[in-house]
């Protein structure tokens, strides 16, 4: 149990164009999903918070209106990047939780090659 | 607001041989500990999570850890490591009692050499 998914699972875009993230929790309701950068052999980095029907919480730094975030149901999560750059580029992974949790559960990531 | 340190970036080690990775934290209160594995181009697989209770926490794939609070540690151990082992690990804290974000280490490279 506490599967949760990624699409795709790789993208490759032009600059300037936009691109949408599915993160969906296969077997569980997820309350609270979350959405990590990852640049190469560096650690992950996390870029906000969500809550199912509310606003997402953006950690200092990051853009919310280049980073949209939509928490639609209690079982998935979209990250869209808007007008991508190359410095956009980057493995993005999101991650779910439980109601009262102690965990996430991390999806399998999404790999995207803005040129 | 916690923190946590992996000194090592890389441990190369010889296959059956055994291995630690460390993982130190800093944190003025109660926290949660987690060690997760990562392969290339995938996402985390969580090892074992220390929440409360005993001290020594045993994970899947033959890891362990050991709480220490003194020494505020959390170092992943496994006796015989195999080269399926070879990936990134990483020690993970939050603050305990319910959702709180969590702070990631910058990762250790096991590299497992036949």
Redo the contacts between chains.
């Keep these: 149990g506490a599967v949760v998914s990624q699409h795709p699972s790789w993208v490759i875009c032009k600059s300037g164009t936009s691109v949408k993230i599915e993160c969906r929790s296969l077997d569980f309701q997820a309350t609270t999903m979350f959405w990590y950068r990852q640049f190469p052999k560096q650690s992950l980095m996390l870029m906000a918070t969500s809550n199912e029907g509310s606003k997402a919480t953006y950690e200092q730094g990051v853009e919310k209106d280049k980073f949209l975030i939509n928490h639609a149901s209690l079982t998935l999560s979209t990250l869209t990047v808007t007008s991508a750059h190359p410095e956009d580029s980057s493995f993005y992974i999101c991650s779910a939780a439980r109601g009262g949790y102690n965990e996430q559960f991390f999806g399998p990531g999404t790999r995207l090659t803005v040129l | 607001a916690q923190s946590v340190t992996q000194l090592d970036s890389q441990v190369p080690v010889f296959e059956e041989a055994p291995v630690e990775l460390r993982c130190n934290y800093s944190s003025s209160v109660s926290v949660?500990l987690?060690w997760?594995v990562q392969y290339p181009?995938?996402?985390?697989?969580?090892l074992l999570?220390y929440?409360s209770g005993s001290t020594l926490v045993k994970g899947i794939n033959g890891f362990e850890a050991e709480f220490n609070k003194s020494q505020t540690s959390f170092h992943l151990r496994k006796p015989s490591v195999h080269i399926s082992d070879t990936a990134e690990y990483?020690c993970a804290v939050?603050l305990?009692g319910?959702?709180q974000?969590?702070t990631?280490?910058?990762?250790t490279k096991l590299q497992v050499i036949p």
């Design positions: 949660y987690f997760y181009n995938q996402g985390l697989q969580l999570k929440l990483f939050t305990s319910g959702y974000k969590v990631f280490g910058t990762g």
